[in-house]
């Protein structure tokens, strides 16, 4: 099992940038594939982007291509998600996830584990 936290969230503005972190703890870090999913109040929680054991192959929602940048560190147990040119529409609670897929899935249900989220919120 793996438990994961995040952190990183806050309030920019449009247009500014923040990196969230995601901390794991438990089995071997390096054996999962992350993703990061998010959340906005009354409605679903979509994908935003994943990557791959090795961090070698990724994957993104098209609404964050070429904003956002995910990446991992397996000596750190960390995945990061760098979030460049914030809209107001990516105003959501970040969840990171982890799932022992080989691939980057892309649905919630492909993934085992679960963080508590971190609150990203941007200002117009």
């Known amino acids: 099992q793996v438990q994961l936290v995040e952190s990183g969230g806050g309030l920019v503005q449009a247009g500014g940038s923040l990196r969230l972190s995601c901390a794991a703890s438990?089995?071997?870090?390096?054996?999962?594939?992350m993703g990061w999913f998010r959340q906005a109040p009354g409605k679903e929680r979509d994908f935003v982007a994943a990557?791959?054991?090795?961090?070698?192959?990724?994957n993104y929602a098209a609404s964050v291509k070429g904003r956002f940048t995910v990446s991992r560190d397996n000596a750190k147990n960390t995945v990061y998600l760098q979030m460049n040119t914030l809209k107001a529409e990516d105003t959501a609670v970040y969840y990171c996830a982890a799932t022992q897929r080989l691939r980057v899935p892309t649905r919630r249900n492909e993934y085992e584990y679960w963080g508590q989220g971190t609150q990203v919120t941007v200002s117009s």
């Open positions: 438990g089995r071997t870090f390096s054996s999962y594939a």
């Open positions: 990557l791959t054991r090795s961090g070698s192959s990724t």
